[in-house]
Every structure is written in C-alpha cells, then in structure tokens.
C-alpha cells in the first residue's frame, strides 16, 4: 500500500548485498531488475515489505531484495503469506513462484489463497520446466515434451495458470513475459495496487534446460503477430496493421480472425472489470500454448472483500459480543463427548 510519508527510494535501495546467482542469460535476472526499478515509484518502505517464496530458482528471489523475506518451503508461500497478509494487514506481501512450485506441490495452497482473496501479490514465473532439479517435466511442460523424467514424452496436459486462476475466482490476473521491462512493470503495478489476490504469470526463459519456449510469439519478428495486448475498453485487434482480431466464435467462446473479416460488432471489446469471469477465461484459451498468438495483459480487475480485513471484522465482533474470550464455553459447546 502507497505510503505518502515514505521517504523517496532509488533502486540501489531495494537492492541486496547478496550475489544474484541464477544462470547467466536466465530470464530472472531481467524479472528482478524489474521489480527492483518499479518499488521506488510505489511510495512504499522497504521495511513495510515482505518477499515469499518457495523452493526453486525463483525462490531465491527474497536474497536479492533489501527487504524482509522468507525462502520458505516446496509450494508452501501462499500458506505463509496468507497468514502474514491476515496477521499484519499493514504490511506489502508478495510470493514469488515457479511453475513447478505453484502448481505441483502447491497447487492446493495456490487455489485457496486467490479463492479467498487474500491481499497479497503471487508473482509465477513459468518457464514450463524444473530448472533447479536439472531439467525435468514440470505442470506447465506441454504434452509429449522429453525430459529426464519423461524420456517417452509427457503423457500430461499442463495447466494454464492464467485459467486455473480464474477459475479459482481471483480478482485480479494478468500475464506478461520476461522480455518487456516495461510491461512487466505495468503489470506489477496494477497487481500491487490491486485490494486483494493478484496473480501475474511471467513468461519466463531458462535458457538451460528449456531455452527458447516462448520464442514462437516473443522472438523481436514474431510479437507483433502473436501477442495481443488486452486493453481495458478497447477493441481486441492486433498485428502490424491490426489486421487481426478476437472475435465471438457464435457458442460462447472466442476466435481469431481477419479484422476485414469481421464486422465492427463482432470484434470483442475488453472487459476487465466483468464480474462474469466467462469472458476473461475464453480469452486465456485461445492459445494451447506459447506457439500460436496469446493474450497478455490484465484479463480481470474486479473488487471483491478481501480476506484479512473480512476476518478482522468477525475478531472485532466476536470481541464485543457478552462473554466473549471463554475458551473452556467454546470447547464445552455444541455436541460433547466423555469417554471413558
């Protein structure tokens, strides 16, 4: 949360004194320069400031902030970041995750936390592989990739975090990748300032054990084609000349076609304040996977109650209630047993 009071703040501040030790060329590096140059332009404290994370190359994400942080365990941040967001409502929480932390082990972590709407901001990165065990599967790998652990090819279809978070109702989710600085930042921003769960997915590259995933739709030729820029209240059209759009495809879901092509009415107009999250989930199908042209951007911002203050609220009540704080009433009420 913006604090007006907060003295001004350069990059150089929010940097730690640690190495940054990840591959050279990995796609992490130019995620955490991101970060590091948007915190001074919040109006934040660095010691109002918490980084979570999990286990994988992402995690190691806390070392390299001049913050608070917590390298916590396998899938387990969002667990650890709910019970900070809730417990210190003043503090700024953010989780940083890989595809394998978030989505394997902590999946089951990951949904309840965004159902909930709990204030914090997951930054996923997705490099659709298991970097830091040396190469193996992971939730988000495509169907038939070989691996170590699948040298047959994966019989799995990966997940699209974008959707499941949607389906899990998060109120706010936006996709970026690790090549646009600028809209990384933009992105972050939005997730931060945003009351509530935010989940960004980041595009992200590792150029050791899966180089070249996204270079389909993120190779300098291949963007302008293949990335389409959603865009609160404007027409979903892209291209060099937006010669092509996303238009209603006549049974509920969406399509790609040529904006001559289309009338004016069937080019479909973006909505990301749309409580109905149907529109935003279609969207986030349109692309299989990183090779045909993909949305990035915001797909939903709505508001929503949010978790921590919802509980403060039933503490405060429960605090003003007559005979209130009796533990031995508690556990004496309702169905009771003694057994001998």
Same mark, same amino acid.
């Given at each position: ?11 150089? /501040? ?20 991101? %970060?590091?140059?948007?915190?001074? /332009? ?21 070392? +390299? ?11 387990? @941040?969002?667990? &650890? ?16 995750? =890989? ?11 990951? &949904? ?17 592989? +298991? ?8 939730? !988000?790998? $495509?169907?038939?990739? &070989? ?19 949607? =389906? ?31 989940? %960004? ?37 892209? =291209? ?11 049974? =509920? ?26 529109? @935003? ?14 949305? &990035? ?5 709505? $508001? ?24 031995? @009433? ?5 169905? !009771?047993?003694?057994?001998?």
């Amino acid at each position: 949360m913006t604090d007006l009071l907060a003295p001004p703040t350069t990059r150089k /501040d929010w940097t730690s004194d640690q190495e940054v030790r990840w591959c050279p060329g990995c796609g992490d590096y130019s995620i955490l320069a991101a %970060v590091q140059m948007l915190l001074p /332009d919040l109006g934040v404290r660095r010691e109002n400031t918490v980084f979570v994370s999990g286990i994988g190359c992402a995690a190691r994400f806390p070392y +390299y902030m001049n913050t608070y942080g917590m390298h916590s365990i396998h899938g387990r @941040a969002p667990a &650890i970041a709910t019970g900070l967001a809730v417990s210190r409502p003043d503090l700024d929480v953010w989780v940083v995750s =890989g595809d394998g932390d978030a989505l394997s082990i902590g999946g089951n972590h990951l &949904i309840h936390a965004l159902r909930r709407n709990v204030n914090i901001t997951i930054l996923l990165f997705n490099n659709q592989i +298991y970097g830091l065990t040396k190469g193996q599967y992971s939730p !988000t790998s $495509e169907s038939g990739k &070989i691996t170590k652990s699948t040298p047959f090819g994966s019989l799995e279809t990966p997940f699209n975090p974008v959707s499941l978070a949607l =389906g899990a109702e998060c109120t706010f989710v936006a996709r970026t990748h690790d090549m646009d600085r600028k809209h990384m930042m933009e992105m972050f921003r939005r997730a931060h300032e945003h009351q509530g769960a935010s989940l %960004v997915e980041i595009y992200q590259n590792c150029n050791v054990f899966n180089d070249g995933a996204f270079e389909d739709i993120l190779a300098k030729d291949a963007r302008a084609d293949n990335l389409i820029s959603l865009e609160h209240g404007q027409p979903i059209k892209f =291209g060099a000349d937006s010669q092509l759009c996303v238009a209603h495809d006549g049974n =509920g879901g969406v399509r790609i076609a040529n904006s001559v092509d289309v009338e004016d009415a069937e080019v479909i107009v973006h909505d990301e304040k749309a409580q109905n999250p149907a529109l @935003a989930f279609a969207l986030s199908r349109l692309a299989s996977g990183p090779h045909t042209p993909t949305p &990035i951007g915001v797909f939903r911002s709505v $508001e929503m109650p949010e978790y921590g203050s919802q509980v403060q609220a039933q503490i405060d009540h429960a605090k003003s209630q007559k005979g209130s704080g009796d533990l031995e @009433a508690l556990l004496s009420s309702g169905p !009771t047993w003694t057994v001998e």
